[in-house]
Every structure is written in structure tokens, then in C-alpha cells.
């Protein structure tokens, strides 16, 4: 790195510090008001959602900006730099719109964000780093490395299963996602079985349990690089089949018995049965203290009564972890609830039912979807189906522990998801790279314009500071730590596959509206994203806003 390039950086960081400086204000000031007695108040809260979510999202851009500056060295590539830089004025700038926001809201002082408004160094990084001939200039280094942006240092299995997957997913998902999608069809076995033999189902299962995750920690980065590396090929045929089994995994290591530890967990791994999550409702989606479907106790088991919906996955699985009201008593909200495994046959078409001897019924139906089609996700009626109980999970002891089992595994499937956004993103950015040098525009390829070239940068840029913060906070997941980014990341990274899908399609012009363009395809399913997984205004009130809130209570001298 030249010596502009560092005082450039160095410019960068001190404005990052100062906006970081000004987001703490506003987020004690948002505190103190949802919380009169020092307690944060839900109601309060819920009457500054406006506040709160720009908080949240200022919260995404910071840090991930942060993360992407904060990688930069000596030895960092002149694009790894110009991409950082770039993101950095821009996040930095809607951060600044945020704060703008919450300053009205909350009559914060004028002079709250004059240490980076009124900081000439400020406008001039944003000229040097955003300018047009420095986003020409990233958008050509953009395009010769062919979308190659982001780049994480790993370790070399890290590495080595990076590369493998990728080639996997290039060489054998790409070319069945299109008829997966437009044919409506379910995962082929052509798809599944080596998945199976490349041991992607048992990475959340512990060695001893015969997966491939150590014993005594998680390894969340592999998850997200093999996610990320499959999403590129199909999100819905081959980078969304590890969530599954990661959030039943997880919730059978939180709560599950030994002996069902010790059953289920190698299945799970050598992914026969493959697995499905039945948490939403048709009532009830956010609010899952709410759900109703009824588990009634009989000899022997439990029988189910009620409705699920969204059931992705639900024809081929042979086993459904089923989120049950247990406790008949509405009033315990979420601590009625718990956890079920249902068994039943795999079906590879859009409907089933399973008939029991006893008179029990399971029906399932795929809803037509715009996108993410393969795994179909499906609505479920259960009536009278009769569940053993060994098939609770936890025994006597796991009753009324449903949620908190589930809970277990939302870190991994946040993570996860913001993986997905990142394989989604990379496949969109290498296509738009390869049509925008096809294609022939009034004379001349497309990507000689300078226009074509500022996009690209921005979706470069936006793409490599999502992948470095969700390998940073895999990292801390790993370290036992990062719970709320994991959140921040999947809201973020979800948002940007939604942007940088819509520009990629956009350089196709019309072809990128037609099916037969695999951008079309990333395009709808990326839309998917910020929707399961924690909706994006849920998570970023519930989870973000509120534990960055009692961050700031926690840190605040008490005589305030
Ligand atoms: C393709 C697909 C696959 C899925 N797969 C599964 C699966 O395998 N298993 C499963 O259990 N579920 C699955 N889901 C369901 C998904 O998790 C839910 O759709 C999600 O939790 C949102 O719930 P909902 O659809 O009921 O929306 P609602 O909860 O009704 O929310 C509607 C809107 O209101 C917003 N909102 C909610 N609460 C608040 C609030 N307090 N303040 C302000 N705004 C709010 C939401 O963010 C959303 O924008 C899937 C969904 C889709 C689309």
C-alpha cells in the first residue's frame, strides 16, 4: 500500500472512530429514554421502532465498516484497499443519515455529528475513495479479478474446504440450479448423495457423534465458507440444506437426552433422515411465544394437533423437530413450548400424507413460492398424529424448553444466512462482470462505461465487506462469543444480496428479466433472505437495537 493509500486509511479510521463516538450518544440517549427506571421497558421500546431501527442498522454499516478498514495493512492489495475505502464512505454516509434521523427523534444536540460533518478530512476521503475515477478505478480492478473480492486469510483446511466446496458447487450444483428453478423440482439425489459423502449434513455434529465440528467448540467459519461456497451454485438446492440439521443439532446438544443425543445426532450427520424445522404458524411467524398447534398427552406419547406453515423441506425429511404447545396454559407464552420429532417417510413431490394406524394424520402441501424453489417449503396439518415419547426432546426435563432448545441453534442459522446472502452476492457480482464484457452497447462493451464500472465497484465492495464481518464474527462465534453480529451480519448481508442481485440483473437488461438468465434466478431468492431466519425488522429491533441498548444501560455510570 502506497503512501496515499494510508493516510487515506488512516482518514478513514479517524472518521469511523468519530461516527462510532457519535453512535454510542445516540444509543445511550435511545436507552435512556425506553428505559425510565433503568430497565429497558418492551412497550417503551415499541413506541421508538422508527429510532430503533435506524440505530440497528447504523450499528450493521458501522461495524461492518469498521471490520473492513480495520483488516487493511502494509501488505493489503491495492484493490482489498480501494473496496475497504469505498465502503467505508458510503456506509459511513448512511450511518450519518441515521444519525441525522435519530437526532430529530430524539432531540439530540446539533453539534453531534460535526466531528464528522464538518471534518474537511471527512469530504475529501469521500472524494478520494467515492469520487468517479476512484470508482472507475475499483470497478476495473473489480472486473479483472473476475469478482474474486473479500478475500479472508485462512488456515489451510479452512482453506482446502473452501476450494472444494466451490469447485463442487461449479462443477455439479450450477448446472442442475436452472432446472431445479424453473422446473420446480425437488434436490436430486444427484445433488444430495455427494453432499453426503463430502460430509456437509454432520458439520455442526460433534466428532463424537460421528460429524466433522470439534468436540469442544464450534466452527462456525467452516459453516459459513461452505455455505457461502454452495449458496453460489443454488441458495435453494444446495446452500440452505445445512441450516436444518445445524438447528435441529444444536437444539438436540442444548437439550436432548443421551440416548437421543446418541441416536439422532449420527443420522443427522450422514444426513439419512434428512431433516426439516416446523417453528411458524399461519398466525403466528415473529412471535413465536405465541404459537398454538397443541401436543396433548396420551399413553405412551403425544398427539399433535394444528397447523405449521413454511415447512421448508418438509416432503423429503424423515424427521420434522416440531415446535409444540405442550403446556395447555396460553398464559406461559414461550415457556409452554416444546420440542417433538416427528417421523415420517421421505416424498420427493409437492404433496404427502401419512396415515397412522391410531387414525393420526400428517398432510403436507408445497407452497408455490417466486423463488428458492427445490427444498418447497410446505403447510402442514397435524391431526391427532401421535408422537412417543422418546420423541420429546429432553425427556420429562425438556418441557416447556422448546423455545430455548430452538433458540440454540439461531446464532448458526443467522450466520448461516448471511453465508447464503455472500454465495448469492458472488455468484450475482461474477455474472455481471462476465455479461457487462459480453455485451456490445453503442459500440463498444458494456463495462468500458464508467457508469457499468462504478456499480461494479460498489457490489464488489459491498459483497467483500459482508463476507470479511461474517468470517470476523464466525471467528467470535468460534471464541464463544458474537451472538448479537451474528444478527447484525445476517441483517446486513440479507439487505445487500437484495441490492447487489437487483444491480447484477439490472446490467442484463432485458435478458436479466428473462428466465433463462441464471441472474433472474439470484434475484428472487435473494428476496427470501431477509425474510426467514429472523425477519429483518424483527431482528433488527428485537435482537440488534435491544442488546445494543442494554449494552449502553450496562456501560452508563449509574448516576446518570
Ligand atoms: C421461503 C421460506 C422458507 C421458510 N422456511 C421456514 C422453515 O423451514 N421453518 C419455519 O418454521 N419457518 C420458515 N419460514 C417462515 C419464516 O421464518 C417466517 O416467514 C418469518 O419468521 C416471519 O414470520 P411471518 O411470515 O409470520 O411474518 P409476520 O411475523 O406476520 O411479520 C410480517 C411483517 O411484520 C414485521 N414485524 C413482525 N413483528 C413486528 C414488530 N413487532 N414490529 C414491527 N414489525 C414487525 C415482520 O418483520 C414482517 O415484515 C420460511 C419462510 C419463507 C418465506
Redesign the pocket.
Known amino acids: 500500500m502506497d503512501d496515499t493509500m494510508q493516510a487515506r486509511v488512516a482518514a478513514a479510521r479517524r472518521s469511523l472512530a468519530a461516527l462510532r463516538a457519535a453512535l454510542d450518544d445516540a444509543t445511550l440517549a435511545l436507552a435512556r429514554r425506553c428505559s425510565p427506571q433503568r430497565r429497558l421497558g418492551g412497550k417503551r421500546l415499541?413506541d421508538e421502532?422508527v429510532a430503533a431501527f435506524e440505530l440497528a442498522w447504523a450499528a450493521a454499516d458501522l461495524l461492518a465498516a469498521e471490520t473492513a478498514v480495520g483488516l487493511l495493512g502494509p501488505a493489503s492489495s491495492e484493490l482489498d484497499t480501494r473496496l475497504a475505502l469505498l465502503f467505508a464512505v458510503d456506509a459511513g454516509a448512511a450511518v450519518v443519515g441515521r444519525l441525522e434521523t435519530l437526532q430529530l427523534e430524539l432531540d439530540l444536540p446539533p453539534g453531534l455529528l460535526e466531528p464528522v460533518r464538518g471534518d474537511p478530512a471527512w469530504n475529501a476521503l469521500r472524494q478520494a475513495a467515492a469520487g468517479s475515477a476512484a470508482l472507475d478505478a475499483a470497478g476495473r480492478a473489480v472486473a479483472a479479478a473476475q469478482g474474486e473480492v473479500g478475500v479472508v486469510a485462512l488456515d489451510e483446511p479452512h482453506a482446502l474446504a473452501q476450494d472444494a466446496f466451490r469447485r463442487f458447487s461449479a462443477e455439479v450444483v450450477a448446472p442442475q440450479a436452472e432446472a431445479i428453478h424453473r422446473e420446480n423440482l425437488t434436490v436430486p439425489e444427484s445433488l444430495l448423495q455427494p453432499l453426503r459423502e463430502m460430509g456437509v449434513f454432520g458439520l455442526s455434529v460433534p466428532e463424537q457423534y460421528g460429524g466433522s465440528a470439534p468436540d469442544d467448540h464450534e466452527d462456525a467459519l467452516l459453516m459459513v465458507l461452505v455455505t457461502e461456497a454452495l449458496s453460489e451454485g443454488s441458495l435453494a438446492a444446495a446452500g440452505s440444506l445445512i441450516?436444518?440439521p445445524e438447528i435441529l443439532t444444536r437444539a438436540l446438544l442444548a437439550g436432548g437426552t443421551r440416548e437421543q443425543q446418541a441416536h439422532w445426532l449420527p443420522k443427522l450427520a450422514a444426513g439419512d433422515p434428512l431433516c426439516?424445522?416446523?417453528?411458524?404458524?399461519?398466525?403466528?411467524?415473529?412471535?413465536?411465544a405465541g404459537l398454538t398447534l397443541r401436543a396433548t398427552r396420551v399413553p405412551g406419547g403425544w398427539k399433535l394437533q394444528g397447523a405449521?406453515?413454511?415447512?421448508?423441506?418438509?416432503g423429503k425429511a424423515g424427521v420434522l423437530m416440531v415446535?409444540a404447545r405442550t403446556d395447555p396454559d396460553r398464559s406461559l407464552g414461550h415457556r409452554g413450548l416444546s420440542l417433538l420429532l416427528v417421523e415420517k417417510p421421505a416424498f420427493d413431490g409437492h404433496d404427502f400424507v401419512v396415515r397412522q394406524d391410531g387414525g393420526g394424520l400428517l398432510g403436507g402441501r408445497a407452497?408455490p413460492?417466486i423463488?428458492?424453489r427445490g427444498?418447497h417449503?410446505f403447510d402442514l396439518s397435524f391431526e391427532g398424529f401421535f408422537v412417543p415419547d422418546s420423541h420429546l426432546v429432553g425427556g420429562e426435563a425438556g418441557l416447556g424448553q422448546g423455545f430455548y432448545y430452538t433458540m440454540a441453534g439461531m446464532v448458526g442459522g443467522r450466520m448461516q444466512t448471511a453465508a447464503r446472502a455472500c454465495g448469492v452476492m458472488r455468484a450475482a457480482l461474477r455474472a455481471a462482470i462476465r455479461y457487462s464484457e459480453d455485451r456490445k452497447v453503442f459500440g463498444q462493451a458494456l463495462v468500458e462505461f464508467p457508469l457499468t464500472r462504478a456499480k461494479l465497484a460498489r457490489m464488489g465492495a459491498r459483497l467483500a465487506a459482508c463476507r470479511q464481518l461474517a468470517c470476523e464474527v464466525a471467528r467470535r462465534v468460534d471464541g464463544g462469543e458474537g451472538r448479537m453480529e451474528a444478527s447484525l451480519v445476517k441483517l446486513l448481508a440479507c439487505r445487500s444480496a437484495e441490492m447487489v442481485t437487483r444491480e447484477a440483473l439490472q446490467l442484463h437488461g432485458g435478458m436479466g428479466y428473462a428466465e433463462e438468465s441464471a441472474v433472474s434466478r439470484y434475484f428472487v431468492d435473494a428476496r427470501?433472505l431477509s425474510?426467514?431466519?429472523?425477519?429483518?425488522?424483527?431482528?433488527a429491533?428485537?435482537v440488534v437495537a435491544r442488546s445494543l441498548l442494554e449494552r449502553a444501560l450496562g456501560a452508563a455510570p449509574t448516576a446518570a
Do not use: N
Request: a negative charge; glycine letters at 6%.
Open positions: 415499541d421502532q441450516t436444518r426439516a424445522i416446523a417453528i411458524t404458524e399461519p398466525d403466528h411467524g415473529s412471535d413465536v405449521k406453515t413454511w415447512c421448508t423441506f418438509a415446535v407452497i413460492t423463488g428458492y427444498m417449503s427470501v425474510i426467514f431466519e429472523g425477519a429483518e425488522e424483527t431482528l429491533l428485537k
